[in-house]
């Protein structure tokens, strides 16, 4: 059962009785006192629920004004909405590649990537973990660009005292299903300290007011009431995902490629990497787990046909197929914590055993010799030893003349990866 439907269950009385009441009132009256608990949260000054979290990102980027030739940077590896509300406001989405140990847009290529006709950036913190913004937003004020956080994913986390939602020119929230808290029916907001975005954000999610061209995205009483319900506990929730994340890290970290964090994660996703994708892919199958994401953006089938631009973002591809999230919710049992480690576990323990049984069809079963791993070797053994470790079977019935070569690589390789992943 998921994280969804154990805390409604947990909760169940209390979602009754307050279902009851809002029941019996007007559903389409104002929702202050779920945008009062956004600000007190954020620290804004003002925040304008709306329909979903994509709304919310369309209307902050309808506030800047942008023109058919203005271009906003964002990042090639997140959801899809991430850039699709760029196009949506007829500027070009220009995307940049990402840091690998955070998967934050990497601010090396958000400089490459600038231009004349950049006007904005568009900056997820991915997975509900902070990184530090700083320079970024310093170059985003010396270019005179707008920054927009897209903390969709990152409400209740925190940064050197800097909650998520709380930086750059407008900010938005989503209370998607998915999310660390979720409306019944989805939800949005934006965040932002300027009075006249927040009056224009309240137009735009009422059809303009007849003043401005608009669209349909208010919430209803009774989303605003569940939402506001589960903000109350979001802190406690927040901390057992924490807890479980401590688990996976202490048990995972010297196996797999863990997210680099030094913030107040809410871990609304906690994801490893693995060496390839074809052992996520089977690791994946056992777990029945999710990958998040599978594609960079730019590779999405709808950019065959939309204008965009991109930097050269290998780091993105390499995270697409090599990153798997595990399960983690505030009603995680520590049995079910303990059966994904262990079966991770296990899993890489079979790996290890595909390559070394490898190694001992191509060098013998004599394949350990530490005395090498200072000698030479050619780059072309080298990358038998680590084509072989990807994908075991890669070398099959093959005789080397070189086999000392090999011994060699191999030791070199395996004293390399016992080192760093052990």
């Known amino acids: 059962m998921d994280g969804y439907k154990k805390e409604y269950l947990f909760n169940k009385q209390e979602y009754l009785k307050l279902f009851d009441d809002v029941m019996q009132q007007d559903q389409e009256q104002n929702v202050e006192f779920l945008e009062k608990s956004l600000t007190s949260i954020t620290g804004r000054k003002y925040a304008v629920a709306c329909s979903n979290g ?12 942008l023109k058919p030739d203005d271009e906003v940077l964002t990042t090639n590896f997140s959801w899809i909405s991430t850039a699709s509300c760029i196009s949506m406001v007829g500027a070009t989405p220009v995307f940049c590649d990402i ?19 950049t006007k904005a950036i568009v900056y997820p913190h991915l997975f509900g973990n902070m990184s530090d913004t700083k320079e970024i937003i310093d170059f985003c004020k010396e270019k005179n660009i707008a920054f927009i956080e897209d903390a969709c994913q990152a409400l ?44 224009l954000f309240k137009k735009l999610r009422r059809h303009g007011n007849n003043e401005v061209l608009g669209y349909n995205s208010k919430m209803l009483l009774l989303n605003a009431k569940f939402i506001n319900f589960r903000l109350q506990r979001m802190k406690q929730w927040q901390s057992k995902r924490q807890s479980i994340a401590k688990r ?49 953006l730019s590779e999405n089938k709808m950019y065959e046909n939309i204008k965009h631009k991109k930097d050269s973002t290998f780091i993105s591809k390499i995270v697409c197929d090599s990153i798997l999230t595990l399960p983690i919710h505030a009603y ?38 530490k005395s090498l791993i200072n ?6 053994y080298n990358y038998i030893i680590e084509k072989t470790y990807q994908t075991p079977g890669y070398i099959e019935e093959v005789e080397f003349k070189n086999k000392r070569k090999l011994k060699i690589a191999f030791n070199k390789f395996y004293e390399n990866l016992t080192r760093d992943t052990r």
């Open 54 to 65: 994509t709304d919310a990102l369309h209307f902050a980027l309808i506030s800047l004004n």
């Open 375 to 380: 000698e030479t070797t050619e780059d072309v």
């Open 248 to 296: 996976y890290d202490e048990q995972l970290q010297e196996y797999v490629t863990i997210q680099q964090t030094n913030a107040d994660h809410n871990y609304h996703k906690y994801v490893i990497r693995l060496q390839n994708k074809e052992v996520r892919d089977r690791l994946k199958e056992k777990l029945n787990a999710k990958v998040h994401y599978d594609k960079p």
């Open 332 to 369: 995680m049992s520590p049995q079910e914590v303990d059966n994904i480690i262990n079966t991770i576990l296990i899993f890489l323990d079979q790996e290890e055993n595909k390559f070394l049984n490898s190694m001992k069809q191509l060098i013998g079963d004599d394949i350990f010799d």
């Open 156 to 199: 209740g986390a925190s940064l050197n005292g800097i909650k998520a939602g709380s930086i750059g020119n407008v900010s938005t929230l989503s209370f998607n299903a998915n999310k660390v808290v979720a409306g019944i029916s989805g939800g949005g907001a934006i965040l932002t300290d300027d009075k006249d975005k927040a009056e």
């Open 99 to 117: 840091n690998i140990l955070n998967y934050h847009m990497s601010l090396d290529s958000i400089k490459r990537m600038y231009s004349d006709k």
